[in-house]
Protein backbone atom coordinates (compact mmCIF):
# COMPACT_ATOMS: atom_id res chain seq x y z
CA UNK A 1 0.00 0.00 0.00
CA UNK A 2 2.58 2.17 0.81
CA UNK A 3 4.07 2.16 -2.75
CA UNK A 4 1.20 2.78 -4.36
CA UNK A 5 0.80 5.88 -2.24
CA UNK A 6 4.46 6.91 -3.44
CA UNK A 7 3.61 5.97 -6.78
CA UNK A 8 0.46 8.38 -7.14
CA UNK A 9 2.08 11.22 -5.30
CA UNK A 10 5.24 11.00 -7.68
CA UNK A 11 3.45 9.99 -10.67
CA UNK A 12 -0.18 11.63 -10.67
CA UNK A 13 -0.19 14.49 -8.61
CA UNK A 14 3.47 16.27 -8.81
CA UNK A 15 2.92 15.85 -12.80
CA UNK A 16 5.65 13.94 -13.79
CA UNK A 17 6.15 14.48 -17.43
CA UNK A 18 4.87 11.24 -19.27
CA UNK A 19 8.70 10.58 -20.67
CA UNK A 20 9.67 10.40 -16.94
CA UNK A 21 7.15 8.38 -15.90
CA UNK A 22 8.08 5.38 -18.22
CA UNK A 23 11.68 5.27 -17.03
CA UNK A 24 10.28 4.98 -13.21
CA UNK A 25 7.82 2.46 -13.99
CA UNK A 26 10.49 0.89 -15.84
CA UNK A 27 12.97 1.22 -12.20
CA UNK A 28 10.52 -0.65 -10.67
CA UNK A 29 9.96 -3.29 -13.23
CA UNK A 30 13.32 -4.91 -12.78
CA UNK A 31 12.50 -5.91 -9.47
CA UNK A 32 11.86 -9.60 -9.07
CA UNK A 33 8.31 -9.38 -7.34
CA UNK A 34 6.52 -6.41 -8.78
CA UNK A 35 3.10 -5.11 -7.40
CA UNK A 36 -0.30 -5.24 -9.42
CA UNK A 37 -0.23 -1.62 -9.55
CA UNK A 38 3.36 -0.76 -11.20
CA UNK A 39 2.77 -3.74 -13.70
CA UNK A 40 -0.31 -2.26 -14.86
CA UNK A 41 0.80 1.52 -15.09
CA UNK A 42 3.67 0.33 -16.61
CA UNK A 43 1.31 -1.97 -19.36
CA UNK A 44 -0.50 1.28 -19.73
CA UNK A 45 2.09 3.25 -20.94
CA UNK A 46 3.52 0.96 -23.49
CA UNK A 47 0.80 -0.08 -25.27
CA UNK A 48 -1.16 2.07 -27.83
CA UNK A 49 -3.67 0.02 -28.81
CA UNK A 50 -4.10 -3.07 -26.48
CA UNK A 51 -2.51 -4.89 -23.39
CA UNK A 52 1.19 -5.84 -23.70
CA UNK A 53 2.92 -8.33 -21.19
CA UNK A 54 6.26 -7.33 -19.62
CA UNK A 55 8.80 -9.50 -18.21
CA UNK A 56 11.34 -8.88 -15.95
CA UNK A 57 14.82 -8.42 -17.62
CA UNK A 58 13.24 -5.77 -20.19
CA UNK A 59 15.07 -2.56 -20.97
CA UNK A 60 14.15 0.45 -23.01
CA UNK A 61 15.95 3.92 -23.06
CA UNK A 62 13.77 6.35 -24.57
CA UNK A 63 9.94 5.11 -24.62
CA UNK A 64 9.61 5.28 -28.51
CA UNK A 65 7.93 1.99 -28.60
CA UNK A 66 4.18 1.40 -30.02
CA UNK A 67 2.61 -2.28 -29.49
CA UNK A 68 -0.64 -3.93 -30.54
CA UNK A 69 -2.53 -6.25 -28.44
CA UNK A 70 -0.98 -9.35 -26.80
CA UNK A 71 2.34 -8.54 -27.25
CA UNK A 72 5.20 -10.20 -24.76
CA UNK A 73 8.27 -8.45 -24.29
CA UNK A 74 10.51 -11.60 -22.13
CA UNK A 75 13.82 -9.86 -21.55
CA UNK A 76 14.17 -7.88 -24.20
CA UNK A 77 16.38 -4.79 -24.83
CA UNK A 78 15.15 -2.06 -27.45
CA UNK A 79 17.36 0.61 -28.06
CA UNK A 80 14.75 2.97 -29.23
CA UNK A 81 16.03 6.03 -30.22
CA UNK A 82 13.92 5.74 -33.50
CA UNK A 83 10.53 4.17 -33.05
CA UNK A 84 9.78 0.71 -32.73
CA UNK A 85 6.08 -0.53 -33.95
CA UNK A 86 5.50 -4.10 -32.39
CA UNK A 87 2.08 -5.55 -33.95
CA UNK A 88 -0.51 -7.72 -32.29
CA UNK A 89 0.26 -10.98 -30.78
CA UNK A 90 4.24 -10.80 -31.70
CA UNK A 91 5.82 -12.37 -28.55
CA UNK A 92 9.54 -12.30 -27.92
CA UNK A 93 11.49 -15.15 -26.37
CA UNK A 94 14.60 -14.67 -23.94
CA UNK A 95 17.94 -12.52 -24.28
CA UNK A 96 16.41 -10.40 -27.67
CA UNK A 97 18.16 -7.06 -28.77
CA UNK A 98 16.27 -4.60 -31.29
CA UNK A 99 18.10 -1.86 -32.00
CA UNK A 100 17.68 1.29 -34.26
CA UNK A 101 20.51 3.24 -33.36
CA UNK A 102 24.46 3.32 -34.94
CA UNK A 103 27.14 4.91 -34.51
CA UNK A 104 28.88 6.94 -37.16
CA UNK A 105 32.01 5.13 -38.26
CA UNK A 106 34.64 8.71 -38.41
CA UNK A 107 32.72 10.59 -35.30
CA UNK A 108 31.33 8.64 -32.43
CA UNK A 109 29.12 11.06 -31.40
CA UNK A 110 26.99 11.23 -34.34
CA UNK A 111 23.83 8.67 -34.20
CA UNK A 112 22.33 7.95 -36.83
CA UNK A 113 18.78 5.98 -35.86
CA UNK A 114 15.75 4.33 -38.67
CA UNK A 115 12.88 2.90 -37.35
CA UNK A 116 11.96 -0.83 -36.88
CA UNK A 117 9.06 -2.33 -37.82
CA UNK A 118 7.62 -5.59 -36.75
CA UNK A 119 4.20 -7.00 -38.12
CA UNK A 120 1.49 -9.37 -36.36
CA UNK A 121 1.88 -12.81 -35.21
CA UNK A 122 5.52 -12.99 -35.33
CA UNK A 123 7.82 -15.01 -32.84
CA UNK A 124 11.41 -13.89 -32.20
CA UNK A 125 12.86 -16.77 -30.71
CA UNK A 126 15.66 -16.10 -28.50
CA UNK A 127 18.85 -14.19 -28.71
CA UNK A 128 18.08 -12.55 -31.80
CA UNK A 129 19.68 -9.48 -33.56
CA UNK A 130 17.25 -7.03 -35.08
CA UNK A 131 19.15 -4.02 -35.95
CA UNK A 132 18.22 -0.07 -37.30
CA UNK A 133 15.75 0.28 -41.01
CA UNK A 134 14.48 -3.71 -40.43
CA UNK A 135 10.60 -4.39 -41.15
CA UNK A 136 9.44 -7.87 -40.52
CA UNK A 137 6.70 -9.09 -42.06
CA UNK A 138 3.50 -10.79 -40.62
CA UNK A 139 2.92 -14.27 -39.58
CA UNK A 140 7.05 -14.71 -39.23
CA UNK A 141 9.30 -16.76 -37.12
CA UNK A 142 12.72 -15.54 -36.58
CA UNK A 143 15.18 -18.55 -35.23
CA UNK A 144 17.57 -18.63 -32.14
CA UNK A 145 20.44 -16.53 -32.80
CA UNK A 146 19.57 -14.99 -35.70
CA UNK A 147 20.99 -11.40 -36.99
CA UNK A 148 18.50 -9.63 -38.78
CA UNK A 149 19.93 -7.03 -41.10
CA UNK A 150 17.49 -6.56 -44.29
CA UNK A 151 14.00 -6.89 -44.34
CA UNK A 152 12.08 -10.12 -44.03
CA UNK A 153 8.62 -11.17 -45.97
CA UNK A 154 5.82 -12.42 -44.60
CA UNK A 155 4.68 -15.80 -43.63
CA UNK A 156 7.85 -17.17 -43.42
CA UNK A 157 10.21 -19.16 -40.73
CA UNK A 158 13.72 -16.70 -40.88
CA UNK A 159 17.41 -17.87 -39.44
CA UNK A 160 21.00 -17.06 -39.39
CA UNK A 161 24.01 -14.74 -39.68
CA UNK A 162 22.72 -12.67 -41.63
CA UNK A 163 18.74 -13.50 -41.19
CA UNK A 164 16.72 -14.89 -44.76
CA UNK A 165 13.49 -16.68 -45.36
CA UNK A 166 14.46 -20.64 -44.74
CA UNK A 167 10.68 -21.97 -45.47
CA UNK A 168 7.79 -19.95 -46.76
CA UNK A 169 4.04 -20.90 -44.86
CA UNK A 170 1.11 -20.96 -46.58
CA UNK A 171 -0.93 -18.00 -46.42
Known amino acids: MLLKTIMKE ?23 LIFP ?37 N ?9 ISIGENTKFSFENMVITSQHDRVNFDTVRAKPIHIGK ?4 TSRCIILPGVTIGDNTTIGAGSVVTKDIPA ?11 IKYYES
Open 75 to 83: DTFLLDYAP
Open 10 to 32: IVFENGLPKKDRLKLGLMFLRWP
Open 121 to 124: NVWV
Open 155 to 165: NCFAAGNPAKP
Open 37 to 73: FVRNYITRSFSKSGKAEIIPGFMCFYGNIMTGKDVVL
